[in-house]
């Protein structure tokens, strides 16, 4: 038996494809001339936004925690790292997650516009994405990373009680909703 940790703990099924799906929604909400259209169209889809964008913040928020908890083991071997030495390309790296900042940044006004509603962005959530974006970076993709001693957590993350963090993965994705992870970021980020 190979000993090491994986690269993974489990998320890769559940992760949903947030760029194209939200891309694929504003183009069917866009090809609507009439404004009401539009609307009923944006009504029909705000809450797949939600849910896309919840579930893909629980990713980050889950791969932070698991970086957290892989730095509480001894020096192991990372198993199963599809990025081990790839090439790598920083504005690829960080372009799903610069996608969703936008996403999160426009969200309000589209909001507004289409329901005349108020919708106020979490600063936290905005916080974990700008950490997640460093961690990707500080880490060049993972493209080296060949143990776990080798990950580098960005400033400012909390990592108190972080040798329980793999308790609470492996629960949520028994439940197979990364969105539950949403629960835990302040494990991660201070307020």
Not at 66 to 95: G, H, M, P, R
């Amino acid at each position: 038996m190979i000993q090491g940790l994986e690269f993974d703990p489990g998320f890769a099924p559940y992760i949903l494809a947030f760029r194209g799906t939200v891309e694929y929604l504003y183009m069917d909400i866009n090809r609507f001339k009439n404004l009401s259209q539009r609307k009923m169209k944006f009504r029909q889809y705000y809450k797949k936004f939600l849910e896309l964008f919840n579930n893909n913040l629980g990713f980050y928020i889950g791969c932070l925690m698991w970086a957290a908890y892989l730095k509480t083991q001894s020096k192991q071997e990372i198993l199963n790292n599809n990025c081990f030495n790839q090439e790598y390309d920083e504005e690829a790296n960080v372009s799903d997650t610069d996608f969703m900042i936008r996403f999160l940044e426009l969200f309000p006004k589209d909001m507004k516009y289409f329901l005349g509603e108020d919708y106020k962005i979490d600063k936290q959530e905005l916080k974990i994405l700008e950490m997640y974006k460093e961690f990707l970076i500080i880490n060049k993709g993972f493209v080296k990373t060949k143990y776990n001693t080798d990950i580098q957590l960005p400033e400012g993350m909390r990592t108190e009680g972080a040798e329980t963090f793999k308790e609470k993965i492996d629960e949520v994705i028994k439940n197979e909703d990364l969105s539950k992870l949403l629960e835990y970021k302040e494990l991660i980020c201070p307020m």
